[in-house]
């Protein structure tokens, strides 16, 4: 297959196709419809958006045999040069490798004769904050008085470092990254156009890849054709941008999630032996519990990079789980995949954050207690010699949880600091509280006979002496640091 690479083949001829950043396009429109040009540019924004690519749109605008028109031709001999790069009247300059004074004097003295084809003249200076102070001054005395028909676009990734006397006689324009909606529908466009067939998951993987930047998503498009030989899937995309494919990540995150250590710690084998490092699979697992607790949280707009296959995988694990839970997780994987950079053990500090995240979920299965079947051994409780005594509020919280078991675990926490008396809305009374002489509540917050089943209030009762004595042992661990 002969072609040229996407990032050139693809690469926008006029002003309609330029991608995402039709604010400045339509401006540059009426710019030149109503013949308003100004001497000078600034088009900033992050790299790969089309500042250049812009740029020369508007250098063809201007110096087309049919315009100066908002619709360049493109087949006339100065747009076929300047589309070439080998117009003379159109010059490139690399800012970071031309930042000297010298070469602005140059460019200066050049500047006086008009233009060869006795159009605009039209200088692109690229990374323009590169340039050094010098420079920048000998570039300040051009634009305080500018030549007729000269016109400077200079572009930067970071106008911060523009001296804002530069900026301010330049009309700047902010260019933003491309929408990851907007990046995957283009691909897809594009692929079919050249009959590369491309899965919608190979393409959104490409567009997260890419950060925003459409020229390193056509380069990486160019190596997934190489790779995978004009067939763009969803393996090739996972295998060629090292992404930890989703279904190990999901095996993972799932048995932590679900209290299954050895489990997890099986799926973070299988990665490694499929070839991941450490760093790519922390990256990778963090990058998907993020996905996961914005699922986790409702925030669905932050899923919106991802495909609809991609993103049933996240409300699905959402639902089984709640977002603290996931935070939790994040955290410990996140300060992990921190520090395994330092570390000269980092596959050890991930296989025990995997450990520690997925002893979290005795919190979860807490908050769901009344899924617990009666099948579970009740422990006796474990008196500690050091044990301070049981505050005398506990046995008015037994009652009072017993007499609740729609959702103890709620309740039993909010009654550790608040006693609440009958009167008191909220207060929902049992069988087991002899003030309410065996009355059922008026809000029918205890199902009838709920807390007759002996099973159920031993191992609620059972339950809360376990989070009492974690509890005590966290906080004797985190005194004894
Ligand atoms: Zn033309």
Do not use: F, I, S
């Given at each position: 297959m002969s072609y040229l690479v996407f990032a050139r083949k693809w690469r926008p001829q006029g002003f309609e196709e330029v991608l995402a950043q039709d604010h400045i396009t339509v401006t540059l429109r009426n710019a030149i419809e109503s013949g308003r040009i100004g001497h000078a540019y600034l088009f900033a924004g992050p790299r790969g958006v089309g500042k250049t690519t812009t740029a020369r749109i508007l250098a063809k605008a201007l110096n087309c045999e049919k315009g100066p028109t908002p619709d360049p031709c493109r087949v006339c001999s100065s747009c076929m040069r300047i589309t070439a790069g080998s117009d003379l009247d159109v010059l490139e300059i690399d800012g970071a490798s031309n930042r000297g004074i010298d070469e602005i004097r140059d460019l200066r003295e050049k500047a006086r004769y008009s233009s060869a084809g006795g159009g605009w003249k039209i200088y692109i200076i690229d990374e323009?904050?590169?340039?050094t102070r010098e420079a920048f001054n000998a570039l300040l005395k051009i634009l305080e008085e500018p030549p007729p028909r000269v016109l400077f676009v200079f572009a930067t990734t970071e106008p911060r470092k523009v001296p804002a006397t530069i900026v301010s006689r330049c009309q700047r324009f902010d260019f933003r990254r491309i929408p990851a909606a907007q990046m995957a529908e283009y691909l897809a466009r594009e692929a079919a156009g050249e009959g590369i067939e491309a899965e919608p998951e190979a393409l959104a993987m490409v567009t997260r890849a890419s950060g925003g930047s459409l020229r390193d998503a056509l380069s990486i498009m160019d190596q997934l054709v190489s790779f995978t030989g004009g067939r763009i899937t969803r393996e090739g995309a996972a295998s060629l941008l090292r992404v930890v494919q989703d279904g190990i990540l999901e095996g993972i995150v799932g048995a932590a999630l679900a209290g299954n250590p050895g489990g997890a710690l099986d799926r973070v084998s299988e990665a490694f032996a499929l070839g991941y490092s450490v760093e790519e699979l922390n990256e990778s697992l963090v990058e998907f519990l993020r996905n996961l607790l914005l699922a986790a949280s409702g925030g669905e707009a932050g899923l919106s990079d991802l495909s609809e296959a991609e993103a049933g995988v996240f409300r699905n694990l959402a639902s089984a789980t709640c977002d603290t839970a996931v935070l939790d997780m994040l955290r410990i994987v996140a300060s992990a995949a921190a520090e395994a950079r330092q570390s000269s053990q980092p596959r050890i500090l991930l296989e025990s954050a995997i450990v520690a995240a997925s002893r979290l979920s005795w919190a979860v299965s807490l908050e769901s207690l009344p899924r617990v079947t009666p099948a579970a051994p009740a422990e006796p409780r474990a008196v500690r010699p050091d044990a301070p005594p049981r505050p005398a509020a506990a046995p008015a919280r037994r009652e009072r949880v017993e007499a609740a078991p729609v959702s103890p675990g709620a309740e039993s926490r909010r009654s550790d600091g608040i006693r609440q008396s009958?009167?008191?809305?909220?207060y929902s009374a049992g069988p087991g509280d002899p003030s309410a002489g065996g009355d059922a509540p008026g809000d029918g917050h205890v199902p009838a006979g709920g807390g007759e089943t002996p099973g159920d209030s031993e191992i609620t009762q059972s339950l809360l002496d376990l989070f009492d004595a974690v509890s005590r042992d966290r906080t004797t661990d985190r005194r004894s640091r």
């Open positions: 323009v904050h590169m340039l009958p009167a008191e809305p909220g």
